[in-house]
Each structure stands twice: as C-alpha cells, then as structure tokens.
Antibody, heavy 117, light 110 residues
Framework: EVRLVESGGGLVQSGGSLRLSCAAS????????MSWVRQAPGKGLEWVAS????????YYVDSVKGRFTIARDNVKKSLSLQMNSLRADDTAVYYC??????????WGQGTLVTVSS | QFVLTQPPSASGTPGQRVTISCSGS????????VNWYQQVPGTAPKVLIY???KRPSGVPDRFSGSKSATSASLAISGVQSEDEADYYC???????????FGGGTKLSVL
C-alpha cells in the first residue's frame, strides 16, 4: 500500500521559514517524480513544485520561485519543501503527491501551513 | 485566475448523466494529457481519471474522461449521492513549465 505522510506544518509569521517533509512507503520511491500541491482555505488546488527521480530537474510555480526549494532523499525515501520568506497567501494545506503516468496518482493527507501577518 | 476553465458548479438527480467541462489551450490540453481529481470536502484529493481517459483500479466505470483539441470532459453516467464532491481537471503546460489546474466544479446530487 502506498503511503505518503506529511509533517512540519504549523503557524509561522510573515517573512519566516518552515520546512515540510513527506515520508514515502509502499512503492519504488527512487523511480517516481514527486510533487507538492497546495490548497488555500476554501479555494482550489494549486501545483507548487515537482522534482525528478534523481533530483536533477525541479519545477516551481512562479509565485514560489526563489522562495521555496523542493528536495528529495532517495535513501530515506523522503521529500521536503523548504519555504522561506513566507507570505499570508502561502497559507494552505500542503499535499505531497507521487507522480505516475503524468498525474498526481497518490496523495498524502496534507499538512496545514498558516502564515500570520 | 485559473489557466484551465471549469464551470463552478454542476448538478444532477440520482441516475442522471452529468458532464463537467474543462477548457484550456494549445500549450496545455492541446499538447498534454488531462487528469481529473475528485475531492470530498475535508479529505485529500484522489485521481479519478488519468491520461485523458484511464481509470485507476477501484474507480467505478460510471466515470469516464474524453478530450478533443483544447477541451476535456468528465462524464458521470448514473450519478449517485456519494459522487457529491469537488472535481478538478489538470494538465502540464508547456509554456508555463508547470501543472495547471482548473478552478474546480462542485457537484451537487439533488
């Protein structure tokens, strides 16, 4: 069974930093692209970032470029999102997702990040 | 604003056929596959349709996806009360070099 478990969310002040983690199990992690997708309260889904199997390619939505960094550890089967210079509009539930066949095929339960201004 | 356009709401009575549209452009739907996600409020999204028209195991066959040019559709034949949820389409965008979502469609089963 595929499991993705996010952690690291919480309350942070505007301008602060937070690091999210995602622990993966139940599939060959090193063979999978991985992504972060977020959802602001009461809003729709927004893709945040994706990383290739070997970490050699990374993509970000424009609104987080230069502030967020996606990374992975294939030995520990973990994914991370380092978030700096946080803003109020970064407040959202952040989901870790496994990419398969071009889709976000498996999702974690999400972790809430609240940025206070 | 969302790059992919979906109607904000849709509705149907039990047993009816319901369709949800997703309109994009040549840089996303026109050149990449479309995926559909279902999200029951308070829970994580789940993939409903991937690669335009493929269903993951466990997804009922009343759900189907199609695509033509720069538009895609999700059809639910014989909608049931448990299908009440939010539905999102998504695709890779070659110009933006990222995944774009539609704004979501809230399905009500009357």
């Amino acid at each position: 069974e595929v499991r993705l478990v996010e952690s690291g969310g919480g309350l942070v002040q505007s301008g602060g930093s937070l690091r999210l983690s995602c622990a993966a199990s139940g599939f060959t992690y090193s063979n999978s692209w991985m992504s972060w997708v977020r959802q602001a309260p009461g809003k729709g889904l927004e893709w945040v970032a994706s990383i290739k199997q070997d970490g050699g390619e990374k993509y970000y939505v424009d609104s987080v470029k230069g502030r967020f960094t996606i990374a992975r550890d294939n030995v520990k089967k973990s994914l991370s999102l380092q978030m700096n210079s946080l803003r109020a509009d970064d407040t959202a539930v952040y989901y870790c997702a496994r990419v398969w066949s071009g889709s976000f095929y498996h999702w974690g339960q999400g972790t809430l990040v609240t940025v206070s201004s | 604003q969302f790059v992919l356009t979906q109607p904000p709401s849709a509705s149907g009575t039990p047993g009816q056929r319901v369709t949800i549209s997703c309109s994009g452009s040549s840089s996303n739907i026109g050149s990449n596959t479309v995926n559909w996600y279902q999200q029951v409020p308070g829970t994580a999204p789940k993939v409903l349709i991937y690669s335009d028209n493929k269903r993951p195991s466990g997804v009922p066959d009343r759900f189907s996806g199609s695509k033509s040019a720069t538009s895609a559709s999700l059809a639910i034949s014989g909608v049931q009360s448990e299908d009440e949820a939010d539905y999102y389409c998504a695709a890779w965008d070659d110009s933006l070099k990222g995944v774009v979502f539609g704004g979501g469609t809230k399905l009500s089963v009357l």
